[in-house]
């Protein structure tokens, strides 16, 4: 079955240390690929997306990530955290490219220590 | 330039009531897709609509769910008789074209039936 997996449940981060946060994807020879941040009770926010080119994306608020399609993967990552940057990151894939039916990994939380 | 907008923002519904929740699209956002975040779930797909036609509603509850987006106002989701088991948070999202531009979310409708 097709999925994205997010190794990591729960991650703590002292603030201005650098930060990875992990996603697998299982589907697609050319995936659409998306990170989502979220704050609780809030909606989802797209930090970046990937459909094809260069494999470093830049986001906004300082993120970046990498597809490695060897290694089926859509690291997130940004070198200095900010107190701020605390909430739920999701990592999706829309497998056919163009459907709108995102596949949405479990999430990972992100904790900062001040 | 407002963003996805959803409401209301909560509902509270007692079993066997009828929920009804509303999504407008961004400006020049033609295609619209709810997903629902079910507790220790994440966030599942349910349907993707454009105007007065659904072209995936694969990931909706074959009993109960239905949902319309009308050549005129928002799309409406709408879940007769409510159980405990619907409680949850219920997003939209919209895109101008399908696939490429990516996908903006609303902060959700938080449901709890009672």
């Known amino acids: 079955a097709q999925s994205v997996t997010q190794p990591d449940i729960h991650i703590t981060v002292s603030e201005g240390a650098s930060l990875e946060l992990r996603c697998n994807y299982s589907y697609g020879a050319t995936p659409y690929l998306f990170w989502y941040v979220q704050s609780p009770g809030q909606g989802l926010q797209l930090l970046l997306k990937y459909f094809s080119g260069d494999t470093l994306v830049q986001g906004i608020k300082g993120f970046e990530a990498e597809f490695k399609r060897s290694q089926s993967s859509f690291n997130l990552r940004k070198p200095s955290v900010h107190w701020s940057d605390a909430a739920e990151y999701f990592c999706a894939e829309d497998p056919s490219g163009n459907t709108g039916k995102l596949i949405f990994g479990q999430g990972t939380t992100l904790q900062v220590k001040p | 330039n407002a963003g996805v907008m959803q409401n209301p923002r909560h509902l509270v519904r007692r079993r066997g009531q009828e929920a009804r929740l509303r999504c407008s699209p961004m400006?020049?956002?033609?295609?619209v897709y709810w997903y629902r975040q079910l507790p220790e779930e994440g966030l599942k797909f349910m349907v993707y609509?454009?105007?007065?036609?659904?072209?995936?509603e694969s990931g909706m509850p074959k009993e109960r769910f239905s949902a319309e987006f009308p050549k005129e106002g928002p799309s409406i989701l709408r879940i007769q008789q409510v159980v405990r088991g619907d409680s949850a948070a219920y997003f939209c999202?919209?895109?101008?074209?399908?696939?490429?531009?990516?996908?903006?979310f609303g902060s959700g409708t938080r449901l709890t039936v009672v």
């Open positions: 609509l454009q105007k007065e036609n659904i072209i995936d």
């Open positions: 400006k020049g956002h033609s295609h």
């Open positions: 999202a919209s895109s101008p074209v399908q696939g490429r531009y990516g996908y903006t």
